[in-house]
């Protein structure tokens, strides 16, 4: 988890406006080349030519929709990028490859809220967690079929569930500007944050103004709480034998390996009924985000939506279904076939 908070601003139009941001206290700028949709504002040369003027505190983003890798590390070298921010839903081989062309690039995966189903979002963050430093939440706009740049937020919770799960920093984007990114951080808690045309004139230049106050809400944001917010720890609230119990759920539920699943009961049973199934429900509602949550269902292989209000409809399906277990023509998960297996003689239903 970073230690200071990313502010980044996209979109640089000349050399003055880049030092404008750097004065106004932004963290990373965002030099978008090779677009899908957007003209883009600069040639090569030109971004080049800016980044070479810039303070060396101040990370220099390639933003781009390139899917070869090779391509991709050779227009970052070229323009003295040190960090990708990746628009063209790379697979795990491509960042595989770019990590083995380019080991010192940063490379943050963007996930584009809206143009898919939430679940599969999530499932394909998961698997591909260890292979990038940051992933940036940002927008659809289907009336354009823009994925970034479209001025337009999106479902915050479906943000803040990411934040919490996939075990890399998240920037948020979409939509943010100075009126709404303190409270978007404090909704999300993300580690850090994007504008593109929240912080512009109507000339499409940034406005120093709105820079200025867009990095000054950003920067209360993230003081009323820790950077990359998990969801709120309940053990204030509960007597220490009562937190002990839960970390005991947690330490046995991270047990639970890839294709195959636990049930509330099953982990009530290995307390010996210290607390019961409910209880255990419970404590999932709020666990940490390195537990394999998605691995507890109910006695009859259902799922865990009621317990688990702030998860996307069908997320837990799909993350099963990608580790392997099995299913019943049902829908529910086949407990004889998937079922682990930890004691015997001790577990519940």
């Known amino acids: 988890m970073p230690t200071t908070p990313v502010i980044q601003i996209a979109g640089v139009k000349s050399r003055d406006e880049a030092h404008m941001l750097c004065e106004c ?18 040639t090569d ?13 101040v990370a220099k983003v390639l933003i781009t929709y390139l899917r070869p890798p090779e391509e991709i590390a050779k227009l970052a070298d070229y323009i003295g990028a040190d960090t990708v921010q990746l628009h063209a839903t790379p697979t795990a081989e491509t960042l595989r490859q770019l990590r083995s062309i380019s080991p010192g690039l940063q490379i943050i995966r963007s996930l584009i809220v809206g143009a898919s189903d939430p679940a599969m979002l999530a499932s394909e963050a998961l698997s591909q967690a260890d292979l990038v430093d940051f992933f940036l939440t940002d ?3 289907p009336t354009t079929g823009a994925s970034g740049a479209t001025g337009k ?16 920093p998240l920037i948020l984007a979409g939509g943010l500007n100075p009126r709404n990114v303190r409270q978007a951080i404090r ?11 929240g912080v512009e004139s109507p000339n499409g ?31 204030s609230k509960r007597s220490s034998k009562k937190a002990t119990a839960w970390d005991e759920v947690y330490a046995l539920v991270r047990e639970v390996p890839r294709g195959r699943v636990t049930t509330y009961g099953q982990i009530s049973g290995l307390l010996e009924g210290r607390l019961s199934a409910r209880a255990v429900g419970w ?10 949550w998605h691995r507890v269902v109910n006695s009859q292989g ?48």
Not at 153 to 168: N, P, T, Y
Not at 213 to 223: D, H, K, Q
């Open 25 to 42: 206290g932004v963290t990373h700028i965002g030099f978008p080349l090779r677009l899908s949709y957007h003209r883009e504002d600069l």
């Open 45 to 57: 040369r030109q971004v080049r030519e800016i980044v070479q003027a810039l303070p060396r505190n």
């Open 139 to 141: 927008s659809y706009d």
């Open 153 to 168: 937020a999106h479902d915050w919770k479906i943000s803040q569930f990411l934040c919490s799960h996939v075990g890399r």
């Open 187 to 197: 909704e999300v808690g993300p580690a850090g944050v994007d504008a593109h045309t």
């Open 205 to 235: 230049c940034k406005d120093p103004q709105l820079v200025e106050a867009f990095v000054r809400e950003a920067r209360l944001g993230f003081s009323g709480g820790s950077l990359g917010k998990r969801l709120i720890d309940p053990m």
């Open 283 to 292: 404590a999932m509602h709020v666990c940490p985000a390195d537990v394999p």
């Open 302 to 349: 259902g799922y865990s939506a009621e317990r688990l209000p702030h998860v996307p409809e069908g997320l837990q399906k799909a993350l099963l279904a990608a580790e392997g277990v099995s299913f019943k023509t049902d829908g529910h998960v086949d407990l004889k076939a998937c079922r682990w297996r930890k004691k015997q003689g001790t577990e519940g239903t």
